[in-house]
């Protein structure tokens, strides 16, 4: 089956600073991945969808500028939440649609848990 | 009105029960229609899609969809308590591979 990674699982930092996740398709490629964002007791909120190639599409509300999106290759897409606030402090998880997979069938990462101290 | 509901719960169920987990969507063009298992602190797990009206059978799991009426369920048979989780209701409405989720509904398999 398709399988995600992402990296690293879990990162605390000091607010302000920046911090990178990465997210990879090991074995489908994937010209679109998908970021969400959840928090304690929620359920999951899209952030954006990163597109190889070309730019990433933010939903409402979220901060393309704080949360940059890069797609350089088939296999990888990063997500880097710049001048990280406590606020901020979240379970990221990426996602991909398998090449041959039905419509809206994802397989998710294992996630990125993120602590801004 | 939320585009996707669920009863948070928490839903619980003694082992070997049948579990009975619902979903609502708003969206009349909505066109498949997912089920996954969270653990907590975990990500979600694909347990199962739905395309169209009527009953989809996988082992203990069986997902029930009515367009109609807009609602889509999951049930799970002989309930373990491995099987307790959050239950996340996704529903994609036709655009690339977008997902709605619901809220999850926390099942509780109680021995």
């Known amino acids: 089956g398709a399988v995600v990674s992402q990296h690293p699982s879990r990162v605390i930092c000091k607010s302000g600073t920046s911090v990178k996740i990465e997210c990879r398709s090991l074995d489908f490629q994937a010209t679109t991945m998908f970021w969400y964002r959840q928090f304690p007791k929620q359920s999951l909120m899209l952030m954006a969808t990163s597109n190889e190639g070309s730019k990433a599409t933010y939903e409402q509300g979220v901060e393309k500028d704080k949360f940059l999106i890069n797609h350089a290759s088939l296999t990888l897409s990063t997500l880097t939440v710049t001048s990280a606030h406590p606020e901020d402090s979240s379970f990221y998880i990426c996602?991909?649609?398998?090449?041959?997979?039905?419509?809206?069938?994802?397989?998710f990462g294992p996630g990125t848990r993120l602590t801004v101290l | 009105q939320k585009e996707v509901e669920q009863n948070s719960g928490p839903l619980s169920v003694p082992e070997g029960a049948i579990a009975s987990l619902n979903c609502t969507y708003s969206d009349r063009g909505s066109q498949s229609f997912f089920w996954y298992r969270q653990y907590s602190g975990k990500s979600p797990e694909l347990i199962m899609f739905?395309?169209?009206?009527g009953d989809k059978e996988d082992g203990r799991f069986t997902a029930q969809l009515n367009k109609a009426s807009q609602y889509v369920s999951l049930l799970i048979r002989d309930s373990q308590p491995s099987d307790s989780a959050t239950y996340l209701c996704a529903v994609n409405t036709g655009t690339a591979s977008k997902l709605t989720f619901g809220t999850g509904t926390r099942l509780q398999v109680t021995l």
């Open positions: 739905i395309y169209s009206n």
């Open positions: 996602s991909a649609p398998p090449g041959q997979g039905h419509l809206g069938e994802q397989f």
